[in-house]
């Protein structure tokens, strides 16, 4: 009776649904830690010629990109605040803080006689498994994704080329052509057939026609990309389970809203509305991840930016003393 304990003990329970894990995933040798308490040194891309990178912190640690053409005194001002809110500014994954449950959580809610679905595991070649690997690595060790093993869902990864810009090369028969270089590559998850079974959310989205005509106009422009800004917002913990995907290295759930699920961009507009409920269409506009600060003249449009990116000590205090 002892060694029949023993051996079931010593067996790794996982889905009968799918096949052991191919290889073990060994966990990451150093945890990611945030670059604003340890910034490494980046390789940074070239900019066009417009763009220019300058840093907030010695030794060029902690980049951002800014005008070419500012004066002087107009670089050291933005530079000044860019210091000051330099907390808000993420540059890894490591550095999202997350959206508070209280503000804001996405619910996956499925339409009547929804049936659970559990796709398959798919091959990968050597090269797109350590892509995937490493992803995975990543959201595990900051928190995103947790394993589990008893979800109805699941989906499947894919992964996919990340191309930047049009460049033009030589093809064998000499002639010039234009293509878009792989930059990198992007995996992603396939929720398709979750989606086709969540009840869609209708929340409005702004027009692009409108947003153009209030930018229009002003002098001066800060454009903001919201960095992993979907993980940034909490999944309603019994929904969680319906974002499992598998891999090679076993089956995962996300903690926070990844990109792919249907409602995720309605989610996130919600979101926005309800942290820049004054501001947005007055000198803010919010478009998916991609924020827009505009002003009439350069410190109107820095004040504004200082306004965008503050902490709201109010709403922490309140969250805190929750």
């Known amino acids: 009776m002892t060694l029949m304990v023993a051996a079931?003990?010593?067996?790794?329970?996982?889905?009968?649904?799918?096949?052991?894990?191919?290889?073990?995933?060994?966990?990451?040798?150093?945890?990611?830690?945030?670059?604003?308490?340890?910034?490494?040194?980046?390789?940074?891309?070239?900019?066009?010629?417009?763009?220019?990178?300058?840093?907030?912190?010695?030794?060029?640690?902690?980049?951002?990109?800014?005008?070419?053409?500012?004066?002087?005194l107009e670089e050291d001002k933005l530079i000044r605040v860019l210091k000051e809110f330099?907390?808000?500014?993420?540059?890894?994954?490591?550095?999202?803080?997350?959206?508070?449950?209280?503000?804001?959580?996405?619910?996956?809610?499925?339409?009547?006689?929804?049936?659970?679905?559990?796709?398959?595991?798919?091959?990968?070649n050597?090269?797109?498994?350590?892509?995937?690997?490493?992803?995975v690595l990543k959201l595990l060790d900051v928190g995103i994704i947790y394993p589990i093993s008893d979800s109805k869902w699941v989906s499947t990864v894919h992964v996919v080329p990340k191309r930047i810009g049009i460049t033009v090369?030589?093809?064998?028969?000499?002639?010039?052509?234009?293509?878009?270089?792989?930059?990198?590559?992007?995996?992603?998850t396939d929720y398709r057939k979750l989606n086709s079974d969540t009840r869609k959310?209708?929340?409005?989205?702004?027009?692009?026609?409108?947003?153009?005509e209030r930018l229009a106009g002003h002098a001066y422009y800060c454009f903001l990309d919201g960095y992993s800004s979907y993980n940034?917002?909490?999944?309603?913990?019994?929904?969680?389970?319906?974002?499992?995907?598998?891999?090679?290295?076993?089956?995962?759930?996300?903690?926070?809203?990844?990109f792919g699920l249907c409602n995720a961009p309605s989610t996130f507009q919600r979101c926005m509305l309800a942290i820049f409920p004054d501001m947005i269409e007055r000198f803010i506009e919010v478009f998916m991840d991609d924020f827009s600060v505009f002003g009439s003249s350069f410190d109107n449009c820095l004040n504004h930016l200082s306004l965008g990116i503050e902490v709201d000590k109010a709403k922490i205090d309140i969250i805190s003393n929750m």
């Not at 959310?201 to 153009?212: C, G, K, R, T, V």
Request: net charge neutral; proline share 12%; with cysteine.
């Open 232 to 258: 940034q917002i909490v999944i309603a913990p019994e929904d969680q389970e319906k974002t499992t995907f598998t891999c090679p290295f076993g089956t995962f759930a996300y903690r926070r809203m990844p």
């Open 126 to 135: 050597p090269h797109m498994k350590e892509v995937v690997r490493a992803e």
């Open 201 to 212: 959310d209708y929340f409005p989205m702004p027009f692009i026609d409108q947003m153009l």
């Open 86 to 124: 330099k907390s808000a500014i993420g540059w890894s994954i490591a550095d999202i803080k997350g959206i508070s449950p209280t503000m804001c959580m996405h619910r996956i809610l499925l339409e009547e006689g929804a049936k659970p679905t559990r796709e398959p595991q798919r091959r990968l």
């Open 169 to 188: 090369v030589k093809n064998e028969h000499k002639e010039f052509v234009q293509t878009r270089p792989v930059a990198s590559w992007h995996v992603c």
């Open 8 to 72: 079931l003990e010593a067996l790794k329970p996982y889905p009968s649904t799918f096949l052991p894990l191919i290889e073990p995933l060994e966990p990451s040798a150093t945890h990611l830690i945030p670059y604003i308490v340890k910034p490494p040194k980046l390789d940074v891309k070239p900019l066009p010629s417009h763009l220019k990178y300058a840093y907030l912190a010695e030794f060029e640690i902690l980049p951002v990109i800014i005008a070419f053409d500012l004066t002087h």
